[in-house]
Nanobody, 115 residues
Framework: QVQLVESGGGLVQPGGSLRLSCAAS????????MRWYRQAPGKEREWVASISNSGGITNYADSVKGRFTISRDNAKNTVYLQMNSLKPEDTAVYYCKPMALGNYWGQGTQVTVSS
């Protein structure tokens, strides 16, 4: 059974940083690329970043490029999202998802950027 457990969210001031984690189980983690998505109140879920199964290729949405870094540790079955220079518009629930493995989602982790 595929399980995705996101953590690391919280309340942070503009300009601050957070590191999100997503612990995955129930599938062969190292075989799958992973993505981070986010959903702000009243908005559609949007893609944030992707990382290849080996970690060698990463891609980012223009809105986070240069501020966020996606990484993974295949030995720990975990994908990370380091978020720096946070802005109020980054406020959302953040989710991780394996690519091409079906419609599996975790519960997400809330990130609130506010002074």
């Amino acid at each position: 059974q595929v399980q995705l457990v996101e953590s690391g969210g919280g309340l942070v001031q503009p300009g601050g940083s957070l590191r999100l984690s997503c612990a995955a189980s129930g599938f062969t983690f190292g075989n799958y690329a992973m993505r981070w998505y986010r959903q702000a109140p009243g908005k559609e879920r949007e893609w944030v970043a992707s990382i290849s199964n080996s970690g060698g290729i990463t891609n980012y949405a223009d809105s986070v490029k240069g501020r966020f870094t996606i990484s993974r540790d295949n030995a720990k079955n975990t994908v990370y999202l380091q978020m720096n220079s946070l802005k109020p518009e980054d406020t959302a629930v953040y989710y991780c998802k394996p690519m091409a493995l079906g419609n599996y989602w975790g519960q997400g982790t809330q990130v609130t950027v506010s002074s």
